[in-house]
Structures are given as C-alpha cells and as structure tokens.
C-alpha cells in the first residue's frame, strides 16, 4: 500500500478516537529508543497513538513524519495537537479491513 486515501484516512480516525497515548516523545526528540517503542506497540496493535510532549524539539507533524519514514509500511493519517496517529497493517494478522481505495 502506498499512501491512504482520504477515506481510509478518515475511517483510521474514527478507530483512533478513543485510544490513548502509548508513545511519548520528549526533550531528545525521536531517538532509536522511541523507534524501537513505536516498533514494540505496532507489533501488538496496528493503530496508535504518539504524544509528543512540549519540550520535545519538533512539532507533532514533522516528528510523525520522521517515525512514519522510518518505520516501514508506516502511515500518519492525523495529527491534531501534540497527538499523532500512527498506522502500520500488521504483516501476519492484520485486524483493521480498511476500505478499499476504488470506494
């Protein structure tokens, strides 16, 4: 998949409501360790969340964009706020059926 079509971008939204923030990204910015915390949570999930708090050296959507670029197979459909919205479909037991992009 390449990139999200805007209804797959808005149906990611909606799933991602309710979650909660399992990454915090801080004052070093993203790191190995952040990466690898990211990698760790979309091993179990295939949607999260990311806070990336004040202190942090960038805004949310550029550092969304550094973890999404080196993560592969990985899409940033939001970012409001200091939240980011991270998806990447699990490679083995993909449970998210997003819609199709001819929709």
Not at 63 to 81: D, F, N, W
Request: net charge positive; charged share 25%.
């Amino acid at each position: 998949m390449s990139d999200l079509t805007p209804k797959q971008r808005a149906y990611l939204r909606r799933l991602a409501h309710h979650l909660k923030p399992v990454v915090h990204v801080g004052a070093e910015g993203v790191t190995d360790g952040v990466i690898r915390s990211v990698l760790d949570a979309l091993n179990t999930r295939e949607l999260i969340k990311i806070r990336v708090l004040e202190g942090a050296p960038e805004k949310a959507r550029p550092t969304g964009a550094r973890i999404a670029a080196a993560i592969e197979g990985a899409h940033v459909p939001q970012t409001i706020g200091r939240v980011v919205v991270l998806y990447r479909r699990h490679p083995e037991n993909p449970e998210i059926e997003l819609p199709s992009a001819g929709e």
